[in-house]
């Protein structure tokens, strides 16, 4: 518990003087601003990886053709 807040407010201080050189409200809120769209949460921001794969492969791969036998028994030959 003690090296957790050791840490964390190892981080604090780093992003308040070393990263932003300066303390500002909600730093770590993770509000995005996009120029015509107002803020985004940073959820979004960081699901976009995960949303774009799922849409490149849902959409432009192509469709899986089941084989042909499917559901036929496979007869080993003699």
């Given at each position: 518990?003690?090296?957790?807040?050791?840490?964390t407010g190892l981080a604090g201080a780093y992003l308040s003087i070393a990263q932003n050189a300066g303390f500002?409200?909600?730093?770590?809120?993770?509000g995005v601003i996009?120029?015509?769209v107002d803020?985004?949460?940073?959820?979004?921001i960081q699901a976009l990886p995960y949303l774009l794969t799922m849409f490149?492969?849902?959409?432009f791969i192509g469709r899986a053709v089941a084989p042909k036998a499917i559901g036929v028994p496979y007869e080993k030959e003699h």
């Open positions: 518990m003690l090296l957790c807040g050791f840490f500002s409200r909600d730093m770590t809120a993770g996009v120029p015509g803020e985004v949460p940073v959820q979004l490149l492969l849902a959409g």
